[in-house]
């Protein structure tokens, strides 16, 4: 009888190749993006633990705009309450447990919709019909339950994890690196989802090098993207980064004469921000454009898509001009990333051997797996 030797553990796969020098670098095997074994890892080890993004402060502007969204299968409502505070709470009712809000919107109130029990925007029992007679009912103790919630530099982060280090302290490296952007004084244009078929980690792989920029976007903006000036430096333990300089006729991506905070080449730097798990940042001195990845299956992504301008560009009639252009280009650069890393998942289940050696282009991936191994320990 023939004896079929069992595969690897993909976790243990990931380790043996994770941790070599990086002049001796690969790609991680085919294992951790199909297997839905692993994938139940990482949301047990990764989304339930560490911060997710969940956009952009001014994305709610108002008393009573929320949002919904799920995270490592947890139903979550992030709304500003009546005080202006962004909250983010369990989108699930404390009577027989139906979902509250959907999508996004206003409201000046949260009612249950099944039995209208109601809350007010901070989450406390506001009402709840015929329970008068029930000698354990307390309204002060059948508040939402509150999930942690916090602002940085203008962005949204949420958590299940209420002994999570603060976000300024995870990410103080990153606040230093490009304070004087001024991140938290960009505005937000726009924000849409959608969702692909391919490994969440394949399009975060995507986002983290230029390498693919010349063939991948060839039609768009591989044609001035300068790799071979590319700087791909040593990560940290919570994200990586590249940078790229961008040419001084793409009005939007170099500093406004009004900006005298960047100065000499960082007037024409951008910056790509890689934050640990799956928050993606393009930030130039004039636009930003973001992209917070869930994944929803080995091979199916929800994509959380946002940008907008820095404030010195966003109160001219003209950069909204550009920016209208610029969002043109995005959505045709999506849609080539879309094409691309669709295909890369589509060859991850072929059963031709694991993937190869990486380039110096793709430091980033290299510390990527290495977060990925410590965090799905074999």
């Not at 925007?121 to 999930?147: C, E, H, Y």
């Not at 490296?173 to 960009?186: L, Q, R, W």
């Not at 960047?262 to 992209?291: D, V």
């Not at 650069?333 to 110096?360: I, Q, W």
Request: hydrophobic share 40%; with cysteine; net charge negative.
């Amino acid at each position: 009888m023939e004896i079929v030797e069992a595969s690897l553990d993909p976790a243990k796969e990931l380790r043996e190749i994770a941790f070599q020098p990086f002049e001796s670098a690969r790609a991680m095997p085919k294992s951790v993006y199909t297997s839905q074994d692993f994938l139940d890892r990482e949301i047990s080890n990764i989304f339930a633990k560490e911060w997710f993004c969940a956009g952009r402060a001014d994305g709610l502007p108002n008393v009573g705009d929320f949002f919904t969204l799920e995270l490592a299968g947890q139903p979550i409502t992030v709304i500003r309450d009546q005080d202006g505070k962004l909250r983010a709470m369990a989108n699930v009712c404390r009577h027989r447990m139906s979902k509250l809000l959907e999508g996004s919107g206003n409201t000046k109130r949260i009612v249950c919709p099944y039995h209208g029990w109601t809350y007010n925007l901070d989450g406390t029992l506001r009402g709840a019909p015929a329970m008068t007679r029930n000698k354990v009912f307390d309204r002060k103790k059948m508040g939402l339950s509150q999930i942690r919630c916090e602002e940085w530099l203008g962005w949204v982060l949420i958590s299940l994890n209420p002994d999570i280090e603060s976000v300024a302290q995870k990410l103080g490296k990153i606040e230093s690196m490009v304070g004087d952007f001024d991140m938290g004084n960009y505005e937000q244009a726009f924000f849409e989802t959608f969702e692909w078929n391919t490994n969440w980690k394949v399009l975060a792989e995507n986002f983290m090098e230029s390498y693919h920029l010349p063939v991948c976007h060839a039609a768009t903006i591989g044609g001035v993207s300068k790799v071979d000036e590319v700087e791909c430096p040593e990560g940290f333990e919570a994200f990586n980064y590249h940078t790229l300089q961008k040419e001084e006729d793409f009005t939007l991506s170099v500093a406004h004469p009004d900006n005298t905070a960047l100065q000499g080449e960082r007037r024409y730097m951008t910056y790509l921000l890689a934050i640990y798990p799956s928050w993606l940042i393009t930030l130039t001195p004039g636009y930003f454009w973001y992209l917070s990845l869930y994944p929803l299956a080995p091979g199916r992504v929800k994509i959380y898509f946002g940008g907008g301008m820095a404030k010195e560009f966003a109160s001219s009639v003209e950069s909204q001009k550009h920016f209208e252009e610029l969002r043109v280009l995005l959505d045709e650069v999506n849609d080539e990333d879309k094409g691309c890393t669709e295909r890369v998942y589509a060859g991850m289940l072929s059963n031709f051997p694991n993937p190869g050696p990486l380039s110096h282009l793709e430091r980033p991936n290299y510390e990527f797996a290495q977060y990925i191994s410590n965090k799905v320990p074999a």
